[in-house]
């Protein structure tokens, strides 16, 4: 299942399955994802799955929608990409892997960091 890694202001990071058919991201507690920043639109952006694409859309906000540092109306998304909407940072992942806290963070902090992260080793020394 695609889903987003973002960074909180708090320098967290979180998590998000993008489990619907449309996904709204804004500043409007109404979106499916409420970011609180004065740079993001109340309604911001549409994220659309349509079988294995996933489409990122700009709904006319003033600050835009930002993949792989070009402001784009609408793209389609591929594993990896960054987005930057209102100045909030996110990552596009398509896999179906789950990151720990420090491994998200280096993910979205890092540019240019691959995907694929070292194997975690389970040995015990």
Known sequence: MPKLLLLTSANATKQISLRKPETRVGRALTNDIVIRHDRVSRFHA?????????????LGSS???FVNDLRVDTQHLVDGDNISIGGCRMR????EQDYTEIEAL???????L???LPARSTSTA
């Open 114 to 116: 691959p995907i694929a």
């Open 46 to 58: 549409l994220l659309t799955i349509d079988g294995p694409f996933v489409t990122i859309k700009d």
């Open 106 to 112: 280096r993910l979205l902090t890092i540019p240019g």
């Open 92 to 95: 596009f992942l398509a896999g």
């Open 63 to 65: 600050n835009g929608v």
